[in-house]
């Protein structure tokens, strides 16, 4: 039988400024600490940065009417914030306003609701050099920045996503080091998750001020499903550190106003809070209209010895059997339902979209011109299934947005990974479209998926 989704479904595609822009020296743009990450040598594979990447700021027209093609009726997309605020403070850069002007008026043109991210990684290199996360300041920056995007945009953008998956952004920059900036401390990292999340409280705050009529607003986490390896005790207290360490840290402290009590007491002598100021998790658990969840893979964890850069003694392993991405990552469906039912299960009832589910493949321009990426419709197909799968469980599921439209710069694996729909030639700046393309249009438009 025909799997249709329910009317309204908003079907989209995702991409991050830093990712796809280019134009890093241009129309006013700061420096981010992307910028300084990337130019470090042995940060990114072969030293590969986003200075010029696919190109959009530049071809945005035609990455527009690509996108018109696809059918999508959502894009979801992040502001650099150095091109609003080189230094991360002051008033706007209006050549930068008027660029995301130009693709939001282009996107409601061509009735694709825009949904508007306002960090995906890319700080003020200025506010790094002045602490970054881990100092306070901040936090109330970005909120003023975040005053400065409702200002301009208000009511022209549906959809506004406060932050992309802060846990990457405290974790894997300020304790594992694998992100810009790159600094392993634990406890950096601990007070840059705290502060990031004030940061989304107040520029929620900021939102509410406004008297936004029809706008909704929420947060995009990266969330993953987690198991031990075993029934072992230890496997078993190990699977629980993981969850607590990426999923109920911020789960709890957006819907609950609070830390988990046995992540606190862990970490306990790692950080003493002193950074938790009175009226910060009130703040930080401000109501948001929808919750955006980013699913890649779900975590088989074993207990470890010792601490990881994480804080915790545990390792992570694919199952035998599993196929892999080629992230590495371990393609498991139905890891998708439980996560979407777990949220609905445990928290309060909230609207929710997947703000972001995609794969790597090894992808290529066959001798006829194409790109044959059935592997990503088999993806594809098999999580959009999972995805209806919780909705009939009574999720109250509003949209997915596929990673990624195009390829890109992959962050730290340079351009060696390739998430998009549409492939790019670096070189000539060409976009073809995959078969992947075709296949998601005709799922969007139907709003169904056939068997």
Known sequence: MTTRFPDG??????TAAYQIEGAVAEDGRGTSIWDTFSHTPGKTLHGDTGDIADDHYHRVEQDLELMAGLGVNGYRFSVAWPRIQPDGRGAPNQRGLDFYRRLVDGLRERSIAPALTMYHWDLPQALQDAGGWPNRDTAQRFAEYAALLFDAFGESVPLWITLNEPWVSAWVGYAIGGHAPGIQDTGQALAAAHHLLLAHGLAVQAFRARGLDGPRIGVTLNLAPTRAASPEVADVAAARLRDGNQNRWFLDAVFRGRYPDDMLEHYRTRADFAFVQDGD?????????FLGVNYYMRHTVHAGRGDGPLGINTVERVPAGIPTTTMGWGIEPDGLTELLVRIAR???AIPMYVTENGASFYDYVDPEGEVDDTERIAFLDAHFRAAHAAI?????LRGYFIWSLMDNFEWAHGYSKRFGLIYVDYLT???ILKQSASWYAGVARANALEP
């Open 429 to 431: 700046q060409t976009r």
């Open 9 to 14: 479904f908003m079907w989209g595609t995702a």
């Open 392 to 396: 009939q469980g009574g999720v109250d």
């Open 281 to 289: 998790l009130a703040a930080m658990a401000q109501p948001i209209d």
């Open 346 to 348: 445990d928290y309060p």
